[in-house]
């Protein structure tokens, strides 16, 4: 099948940069952009409904930070999106979880790093925070609203997952996250300290992977194009290599368009430009759907599958969308 | 009679513009059929239909029965009714097993 797509499957939106967290990965911590207001917001949303994109999804930031977070939401349900959200669970009580299922959301991401409450206070340099987005998740579940559990596998976490699996599962989640480690904002500047080497990674993944094809009753997700180094393609992933710019864009909190959060290049503005123009014109977007093998990348037999794997990790390291990804332990 | 149902939890879109190209292609009888006309997202995965699934899938409703669906999409391509229902229920059942449609009786 000849994939074309008229518009992103999903839109990443930074609805805002305020966090009251300050986690050592976090890539848009550094992000000094405003927010756009309540009616820009609107207008956003009605924009992307327009080009029939079918996930919204608020991550950068904590959205509930944002006062007009459930109006909004509920205006994008009204135009036909699916909206989910990444929150750190904190500010999610009873009455929050209530507002959240009123609001029509598809499903919430609740970060958790660790099933240790001090390694994931630590990794999220906020005391409590384990046992506040525990509270969170199962608040969410008792009203309802469908459950995702977020992580950031890195030096903290990559031999413990399966505890955290077992948690996820027992909080309800449908599916599990298991996010790759990303040198971008935050995560760039705590690279040495957090990021796995490519060994790493590899045992990482010889061992997730068997547990992911094992049915365990919640769905284990990776989205790591370097998957495809083990013969393991994710189910349904319908495009080769990231999928940023290709099955998704993201639009930070001003309303610049990046390809994905971890990509600090601006390709439009949400407001400004024609979206569909961004969508088919830009020459960034463009090239990264159409990557060339450079370095050991070159007559690599895996690179029609894998496309040269995370661009953003290529890009952060060495500032080139073409090079191999650094995570990529093949020699 | 046999009628299908869209898993509600299945999101999916035509494809503005491509939906199009595919007709045009297929009136002018090019090939049409490698053409993603209508994606589709489940449990995370997504999956793209062809021009054929697409004109199937947008008619499952619920109600209309796997004989009226393939009646339509016959007359649409021009192909003959009896095979067109074979390869429709064929086509149902294969997105059935994956979870996309359940298959029931209708009354009537």
Redesign the interface.
């Known amino acids: ?7 992103p ?1 999903t839109v990443n939106w930074g609805i805002t940069a305020r966090c009251n967290f300050v986690c050592s990965h976090c890539f848009s911590r550094l992000d000094p952009s405003p927010e756009l207001a309540p009616e820009e917001a609107r207008r956003v949303v009605d924009i992307l409904a327009e080009q ?1 994109v ?2 919204l999804n608020y991550g950068t930031g904590e959205p509930l930070l944002r006062r007009d977070l459930f109006e909004l939401t509920e205006y994008a349900v009204s135009k036909g999106l ?1 909206v989910t959200m990444n929150s750190n669970g904190s500010l999610i009580d009873a009455a929050a979880a209530r507002r959240i299922r009123e609001a029509g959301f598809h499903s919430v991401g609740i970060s958790i790093d660790s099933a240790a409450p001090a390694i994931h206070d630590a990794f999220r340099r906020m005391p409590g925070s384990f046992d506040k987005a525990v509270r969170a998740a199962r608040l969410l579940r008792e009203e309802g609203v469908p459950l995702t559990v977020s992580s950031v596998i890195c030096k903290v976490n990559h031999r413990d997952f399966p505890a955290l699996v077992s948690l996820a599962k027992e909080l309800g989640a449908h ?1 599990i996250d298991l996010h790759n480690f990303k040198c971008s904002g935050m995560g760039g500047l705590n690279k040495e300290a957090l990021d796995l080497s490519p060994e790493e990674w590899r045992t990482f993944y010889e061992a997730a992977v068997p547990m992911r094809d094992a049915s365990m009753g919640i ?1 284990i ?1 990776f989205d790591d194009p370097i998957l495809s180094l083990l013969g393991s393609e ?5 495009v080769a290599g990231s999928v940023c710019g290709k ?1 998704s864009l993201y639009i930070k909190p001003n309303g610049e368009i990046t390809p994905c959060g971890f990509i600090p290049v601006t390709v439009g503005h949400i407001l400004r430009d024609d979206f569909s123009q961004v969508w088919h014109g830009s020459k960034v977007l463009g090239h990264l759907r159409d990557k060339e093998a450079t370095g050991k990348c070159s007559g690599c037999a895996k690179f029609s599958a894998c496309l040269g794997g995370c661009t953003a990790r290529a890009y952060a390291v060495y500032g080139t969308y073409d090079a191999p990804d650094p995570h990529c332990w093949k020699e | 009679m046999i009628v299908p149902k869209r898993n509600p939890e299945v ?8 939906h199009a190209m595919a007709w045009d292609k297929a009136r002018r009888e090019e090939d049409f059929e ?3 006309v209508l ?1 589709l ?8 239909l ?1 021009l054929v699934g697409a004109e199937i899938w947008t008619r499952v409703n619920g109600i209309n029965t796997v004989e009226k669906i393939s009646g339509e999409v016959a007359a649409l391509f021009g192909w003959e009714a009896e095979e067109t229902e074979e390869a429709v229920l064929g086509f149902l059942e294969g997105i059935g097993e994956k979870g996309w449609v359940t298959l029931g009786e209708g009354s009537g």
């Open positions: 099948m000849t994939t074309y797509l008229s518009s499957v029939s079918m996930f699916k599916t769905e997700a994710e189910k349904g992933k319908l099955l | 999101v999916w879109r035509l494809e503005k513009g491509i490698d053409l993603g994606t997202m489940v449990k995370g995965g997504i999956h793209q062809n």
